[in-house]
């Protein structure tokens, strides 16, 4: 079936480093991509999407890519904050009759220090 | 416009006992999903309700585990008995009409089975 992996955390930085989280998936079929973002004590926030391949997703500085020809989908920033640190989970939507049940990634803690 | 919520926010229990966890959809969203993360691992699709009704229940564990979505509008997740495995972070979500459409995540209930 279908699946999402992702660079297995905790990833610690310093403030105005660069971030790169990597996502490679395994899909039968052209699923869209996603981030989701969890900060602390929160839930679940929809980061940003692609739908189609190489459409470049891209919200509060930071990008992902769908590469269909190395099936990722990796997350970027330039220069991440201290307010960046949280849980990022990459996830694909599988169309399944016609409703998008989500497959998630197992989730890359960042933590981002002044 | 309130978001998704669900209650409680913390549950710790004896192996054995029985819990009830309810979700909150934002108003006029049909689609009503349970996801559960346990012990930091990938978040993982539980069931699909469409209104009252049970689209898509093929990740749900076992028998011990029964969703109700009375009415079309909240949910409540119950586990009887509650075994050790089932300790975890169970989110629900919800999204409008159309299968496309983004999924907004509540907080989640962390679940301590003791």
């Known amino acids: 079936g279908d699946s999402v992996t992702q660079m297995e955390g905790p990833v610690t930085l310093s403030e105005e480093a660069f971030l790169t989280i990597n996502c490679t998936y395994t899909?039968?079929?052209?699923?869209?991509l996603f981030w989701y973002v969890q900060y602390p004590g929160e839930g679940l926030q929809l980061l940003l999407k692609a739908t189609k391949a190489d459409d470049k997703g891209s919200n509060k500085g930071f990008e992902a890519t769908y590469r269909k020809e190395t099936t990722s989908f990796h997350l970027e920033k330039g220069s991440v904050q201290v307010s960046d640190s949280a849980v990022y989970f990459c996830a694909l939507s599988e169309r399944s009759g016609g409703y998008n049940k989500l497959i998630f990634g197992a989730g890359t803690r960042l933590a981002v220090h002044p | 416009e309130a978001g998704v919520t669900q209650f409680p926010s913390h549950s710790v229990i004896e192996k054995g006992q029985t819990v009830t966890l309810r979700c909150d959809p934002i108003?006029?969203?049909?689609?009503l999903y349970w996801y559960r993360r346990v012990m930091g691992k990938e978040i993982k699709f539980l069931l699909h309700f469409v209104k009252e009704s049970k689209q898509d229940e093929s990740g749900m564990p076992n028998n011990r585990f029964l969703a109700e979505r009375t009415g079309g509008t909240y949910s409540t997740l119950k586990v009887q008995p509650a075994e050790l495995e089932d300790s975890g972070v169970y989110f629900c979500a919800s999204s409008s009409q159309g299968g496309s459409n983004e999924q907004f995540f509540g907080p989640g209930t962390r679940l301590t089975v003791l």
């Open positions: 899909a039968t079929g052209y699923p869209s």
């Open positions: 108003s006029g969203h049909d689609n």
